[in-house]
């Protein structure tokens, strides 16, 4: 539903906009013609929404595979990756850590991303949103995300591919924050189990 929603929503703007504008010029437009203007902006976006669904399903894993052998991800495998299914499983500062490719990230274009995970609570209270967002307003960073038991970091693909020393070097930087904010250390499966037992 988001693939379909988020084109909706953009295209929905647009058409609204196209709409408007030269209502507010008083060209003559009337009801019939936002009519048409929000069904071409709801087939477009099932349209466009269902080719990205297809790519995600049938050829996103077949891309992710192929990119978690080439560079940056290579140099991961050097320092004691291993290299799963789709991602690669590690430690950095002996903190669980997940790296992977992602073909459309935060901001719509392909990204490295990584994620450092930790045991989600403080003093054995569990992390809520509101202790997320106050760990978020810290960051004050679109590329670091704080999620329910992991810290998410992506590097875009939009200047070519990121410097594998400086993935390291922000990963421990990160991992660091984790350990300041009093948050401990967790293995792959117990952080599963805490993930199931949230949901």
Not at 40 to 59: K, P, V
Not at 147 to 162: A, C, D, N, Q, V
């Amino acid at each position: 539903m988001e693939y379909y929603r988020n084109w909706f929503k953009l295209l929905l703007s647009i058409f609204l906009v196209s709409i408007i504008i030269p209502m507010i010029l008083n060209w003559n437009l009337n009801l019939e013609a936002l009519f048409y203007s929000l069904l071409l902006a709801l087939g477009t976006s099932i349209i466009l929404g269902s080719l990205f669904y297809i790519y995600d399903i049938y050829f996103g894993p077949k891309k992710r595979s192929s990119e978690l052998k080439k560079y940056p991800f290579n140099e991961f495998l050097k320092i004691g990756f291993e290299e799963k299914e789709y991602y690669l499983l590690g430690k950095i500062n002996g903190f669980t850590t997940i790296i992977s490719y992602d073909w459309r990230g935060r901001n719509g274009l392909p990204c490295a991303y990584g994620l450092i995970l930790f045991e989600p609570q403080i003093n054995e209270k569990h992390l809520n949103n509101y202790d997320l967002n106050k760990l978020q307003q810290k960051v004050k960073n679109k590329f670091n995300l704080w999620e329910y038991g992991r810290l998410r970091t992506e590097w875009s693909y939009m200047k070519g591919k990121p410097n594998h020393k400086l993935m390291i070097a922000k990963l421990n930087k990160n991992s660091n924050l984790i350990l300041n904010e009093g948050m401990q250390r967790i293995s792959l499966e117990n952080w599963k189990k805490e993930i199931e037992k949230s949901q």
